[in-house]
């Protein structure tokens, strides 16, 4: 993702920058925005004005412009400086093989540099990169930077560039002006031949001996000429092989580094993870036996205490089984005492002590009377067996005498309790 590939490129450029974590801030967020969904994060040097090389964090890609109601893709490349916040990032337009920078542009230079008032008047508190690809965004969809080569279309020879930074040889296959190339051996001759005949119309002749030692020097001096420019040709193409080869192998290289970098971040993270999974699980395991041993501990006394009461519930029942036993002999010899001696009149199973426990009993036993002819009177009404006057004579005169009981046997109750004591 676009945070990973931003730290993959900072941890390359380790110690560039004085900010680090804004320049990962700032180009994670441009990165995941809608204006830098085509950007992506790289390695690039940059060649300052005296010469010297400085490695910094390149985006490229294309952002979207819109002109004419027309969505067309615009590559660029946005260097960020060492000194990033504190100095804006540097942009340049990179128009494809078919196209050309507009000349005369107002925003962008003829070597493809953007110069526009938000990245005049940069400030590391309030501007960050979205702002700068959506105020690029505006301006090239009023004024589009590049169109398309026409037929015949000749380059016009690129002048040296004045950006505080421009790319080095690194960086320099996507700039629009190429190094120009050595002199080549037609050119020295036909310079050299020029030279030698406008240098026979102008010389005053003289005898043919010095005539011809002077063209034997002449051609000895354009055959040495040819042996130094076919020198420097074969010293170039060298040279040129030579670069080609170390860029290769740097990028080897880096590719190799960045493949281990990843696989050991992996490698950790994974190692990692499975050091944690192992804990938890360590962890868990142990949880586990100490919840075993509690158990079994608990099981232990469970079974001890079970134990004991088994034994006592053994006895009780051997206990209990006696005493019934016991009972049941009693309720026997009960039954054949009562078979032997008959059937026992109600009356004679409750025998007053003296005449006034006599008194009592024939009073509680009227009162329990009064008490059921009330209740049968109740129902007699409500069935509407009897009449109300019925009722109410009836319910009067048992009343009465029912009070009347009941006095009594307080009184007596009275007098019993003063006897006794």
Same mark, same amino acid.
């Given at each position: 993702n676009a945070s990973r590939e931003v730290a993959n490129c900072l941890h390359r450029l380790s110690g560039v920058y004085q900010d680090p974590s804004r320049v990962s801030r700032d180009t994670t967020t441009l990165l995941k925005s809608d204006s830098g969904k085509h950007l992506q994060p790289k390695k690039s040097d940059f060649m300052q004005?005296?010469?010297? #090389?400085t490695p910094s964090l390149l985006i490229t890609g294309t952002i979207s412009i819109f002109y004419r109601n027309v969505e067309y893709n615009t590559p660029i490349d946005m260097y960020l400086p060492p000194n990033y916040p504190n100095a804006p990032p540097i942009i340049y337009v990179r128009p494809a093989s078919t196209m050309v920078i507009k000349e005369g542009h107002n925003h962008v230079g003829n070597d493809g540099m953007v110069y526009m008032p938000y990245l005049h008047s940069w400030k590391k508190t309030s501007h960050n990169l979205v702002d700068a690809c959506l105020n690029m965004t505006s301006i090239f969809s009023n004024e589009p930077p590049c169109y398309a080569k026409p037929p015949g279309y000749t380059a016009p020879r690129p002048s040296r560039p004045t950006a505080s930074y421009v790319p080095s040889s690194t960086a320099a296959a996507a700039s629009p002006a190429p190094t120009p190339?050595?002199?080549?051996?037609?050119?020295?001759?036909?310079?050299? +031949?020029?030279?030698? +005949?406008?240098?026979? =119309?102008? +010389?005053?002749?003289?005898?043919?001996?010095?005539?011809?030692?002077?063209?034997a020097a002449e051609k000895e001096r354009i055959a040495q000429m040819e042996r130094e420019a076919a020198e420097a040709n074969?010293?170039?193409?060298?040279?040129?092989?030579?670069?080609?080869?170390?860029?290769?192998?740097?990028?080897?290289?880096?590719?190799?580094?960045?493949?281990?970098?990843?696989?050991?971040?992996?490698?950790?993270?994974?190692?990692?993870s499975y050091k944690d999974m192992?804990?938890?699980?360590?962890?868990?395991?142990?949880?586990? #036996?100490?919840? $075993?041993?509690?158990?079994?501990?608990? $099981?232990?006394?469970?079974?001890?205490?079970?134990? #004991? =009461?088994?034994?006592? $519930?053994?006895?009780?029942?051997?206990e209990v089984d006696e005493k019934i036993f016991k009972v049941q002999s009693f309720i026997e010899k009960k039954e054949e005492e009562k078979r032997a001696e008959g059937e026992v009149c109600a009356d004679d199973l409750?025998?007053?002590?003296?005449?006034?426990?006599?008194?009592?009993?024939?009073?509680?036993?009227?009162?329990?009377?009064?008490?059921?002819?009330?209740?049968? $009177?109740?129902k007699?009404?409500?069935?509407?067996?009897?009449?109300?006057?019925?009722?109410?004579? +009836?319910?009067?005169?048992?009343?009465?005498?029912?009070?009347?009981i009941r006095a009594h046997l307080l009184k007596i109750g009275q007098?019993?309790?003063?006897?006794?004591?």
């Amino acid at each position: 993702n676009a945070s990973r590939e931003v730290a993959n490129c900072l941890h390359r450029l380790s110690g560039v920058y004085q900010d680090p974590s804004r320049v990962s801030r700032d180009t994670t967020t441009l990165l995941k925005s809608d204006s830098g969904k085509h950007l992506q994060p790289k390695k690039s040097d940059f060649m300052q004005n005296d010469g010297s #090389e400085t490695p910094s964090l390149l985006i490229t890609g294309t952002i979207s412009i819109f002109y004419r109601n027309v969505e067309y893709n615009t590559p660029i490349d946005m260097y960020l400086p060492p000194n990033y916040p504190n100095a804006p990032p540097i942009i340049y337009v990179r128009p494809a093989s078919t196209m050309v920078i507009k000349e005369g542009h107002n925003h962008v230079g003829n070597d493809g540099m953007v110069y526009m008032p938000y990245l005049h008047s940069w400030k590391k508190t309030s501007h960050n990169l979205v702002d700068a690809c959506l105020n690029m965004t505006s301006i090239f969809s009023n004024e589009p930077p590049c169109y398309a080569k026409p037929p015949g279309y000749t380059a016009p020879r690129p002048s040296r560039p004045t950006a505080s930074y421009v790319p080095s040889s690194t960086a320099a296959a996507a700039s629009p002006a190429p190094t120009p190339a050595p002199p080549s051996y037609h050119n020295i001759t036909s310079t050299a +031949s020029s030279f030698l +005949s406008s240098f026979g =119309r102008t +010389s005053r002749p003289s005898n043919t001996t010095n005539n011809n030692d002077s063209n034997a020097a002449e051609k000895e001096r354009i055959a040495q000429m040819e042996r130094e420019a076919a020198e420097a040709n074969q010293a170039v193409a060298v040279a040129r092989a030579a670069d080609a080869r170390e860029a290769k192998q740097k990028l080897e290289e880096g590719m190799i580094r960045d493949a281990k970098n990843q696989l050991a971040s992996k490698c950790v993270a994974l190692l990692h993870s499975y050091k944690d999974m192992s804990k938890e699980r360590i962890g868990a395991l142990v949880d586990d #036996e100490m919840l $075993l041993q509690k158990s079994d501990a608990f $099981l232990k006394e469970r079974i001890e205490y079970l134990m #004991e =009461r088994q034994a006592e $519930l053994k006895s009780s029942h051997d206990e209990v089984d006696e005493k019934i036993f016991k009972v049941q002999s009693f309720i026997e010899k009960k039954e054949e005492e009562k078979r032997a001696e008959g059937e026992v009149c109600a009356d004679d199973l409750a025998l007053p002590a003296d005449i006034h426990s006599a008194q009592m009993l024939v009073l509680s036993a009227e009162n329990a009377a009064i008490n059921d002819a009330l209740f049968f $009177l109740d129902k007699g009404l409500a069935d509407h067996r009897i009449s109300l006057d019925q009722h109410m004579r +009836s319910v009067r005169k048992l009343s009465k005498r029912q009070f009347l009981i009941r006095a009594h046997l307080l009184k007596i109750g009275q007098v019993k309790a003063t006897r006794k004591y």
